[in-house]
Structures are given as C-alpha cells and as structure tokens.
C-alpha cells in the first residue's frame, strides 16, 4: 500500500470518529464488566500515584506556555513516565452480544476502531500517550459473531485510545463508574452493515487497599 493510499484511509478513520452519530439499532448489545470482588491496590502504589493527577494537569500547562521551562516540563515527564511503569492489574472485560438475525462482522481492533474507556471517581486520573508512533494504517481480522452469541475483549491495565496506548491509573480507594464507548471507520465495503459506534451502559466498582 502506497503513502497515498494511507493517507486516505487514515483521514477516513479521523472523519469517522469526529462526525460518528450515536446507534439506533438494538442488534449489537456492548457491556463493560468488572470483577464483582472489584480491585486491590497496593499501598506503595497509592504514594507513587499520590500526584499524578497534578503532575499531569501541570505539565500541559507548561506544554502550553510561551515561556516553558524545558528542565520543569523534563522533570514532569520523567515522574510522569515514571508512573506508567506502574502495572496495576485492573483488567476490565468488554463483551459485544449479537441480538441479531445474521452474522455480524465488525472491523474491531488495529485502526479500523478505538476503545474509549471512561472513568470518574476521586482517585481515577488518565494519561494520554505522547509518544512517537508508526504511520502506517493497520487492518484487522473482521470479527464475526454469530447471531444469538457473544465476544469478549480483556482491557488490560485500563488501556484505552489509539492501539490501546492511553491509560487510567487508580491512585486511591473508593468507588469507581466506568463506561466505554467502540468507534469504527467506515469504509465502502462495510459501511452499510457496520454501526458507527457502540456504548456500554455505566457500571461501578469498588478499589479496597491491600492489607
């Protein structure tokens, strides 16, 4: 595949995502689940998430200053980077259910669809990845689920995001509400059979210390 070629299937992709309206048919059922005994977290990981969410709202604005100062916005984004070592074990479980009459093939996974994965709560903080990546666009396998049955997707460590590379942290115990959204690109030869996008319904769980 040419540059060119792409190029077009990527600003095709971006189009999706931003002009995506919401989806009227009940054929495809998304549900988020989460372990019903919910999540431990580990008290050295709740001293070094302490301040994530402050460290990551200070480095935008650093980013956005006129006057930015390299050594702060270096020492931000090494604590920053510092915390995405932090594997936390929080895996949430993504199921697409078929309720329909036919087979249903949806082009989920590489870029032809992104997982939104949202979450509130006084300990949840997201960092969006700011890294290098590759330019080429990468097509899956289609999925396909029989009518009457289901898929499951692991979301490891709370990844979310373009190929999977943005992530929530839980720096603290409590309650959490999770939901999630599927985007996917359309192209001509599946425009018509796949919906543009899916949404979970809210779900809660709990974050208790680990003794």
């Known amino acids: 595949m040419c540059h060119k070629e792409r190029m077009k299937k990527q600003m095709a992709l971006i189009a999706a995502l931003?002009?995506?309206?919401?989806?009227?048919?009940n054929d495809l059922k998304l549900e988020l689940i989460a372990p019903k005994q919910g999540?431990?977290?580990?008290?050295e990981h709740?001293?070094?998430l302490k301040d994530l969410g402050q460290d990551q709202k200070a480095l935008e604005v650093a980013m956005r200053s006129e006057n930015a100062d390299p050594k702060k916005i270096d020492e931000l984004s090494a604590k920053i980077d510092k915390a995405r070592t932090i594997q936390q074990g929080m895996d949430l479980t993504l199921r697409i259910t078929n309720n329909g009459k036919k087979t249903a093939k949806l082009p989920y996974g590489a870029d032809t669809s992104r997982n939104i994965l949202t979450i509130e709560g006084d300990g949840?903080?997201?960092l969006?990845?700011?890294?290098?990546?590759?330019?080429?666009?990468?097509?899956?396998?289609?999925?396909?689920?029989?009518?009457?049955?289901?898929?499951?997707w692991i979301i490891k460590n709370l990844s979310f995001g373009s190929r999977d590379m943005d992530r929530w942290y839980i720096a603290k115990p409590g309650t959490y509400r999770a939901s999630c959204q599927i985007l996917f690109s359309?192209?001509?030869?599946?425009?018509?059979?796949?919906?543009?996008?899916?949404?979970?319904?809210?779900?809660?769980?709990d974050v208790k210390m680990k003794e």
């Not at 931003?18 to 048919?25: C, F, G, H, N, V």
């Not at 666009?137 to 499951?152: C, D, L, V």
């Open 18 to 25: 931003i002009t995506a309206p919401l989806l009227s048919a």
């Open 39 to 43: 999540f431990m977290i580990q008290k």
């Open 46 to 48: 709740v001293a070094a």
């Open 124 to 126: 949840a903080v997201v």
């Open 128 to 152: 969006p990845y700011r890294g290098m990546m590759t330019m080429e666009f990468r097509m899956p396998e289609p999925t396909e689920i029989k009518a009457g049955e289901s898929k499951e």
């Open 186 to 205: 359309h192209e001509e030869n599946n425009k018509d059979e796949t919906p543009p996008q899916l949404r979970t319904e809210t779900i809660t769980f």
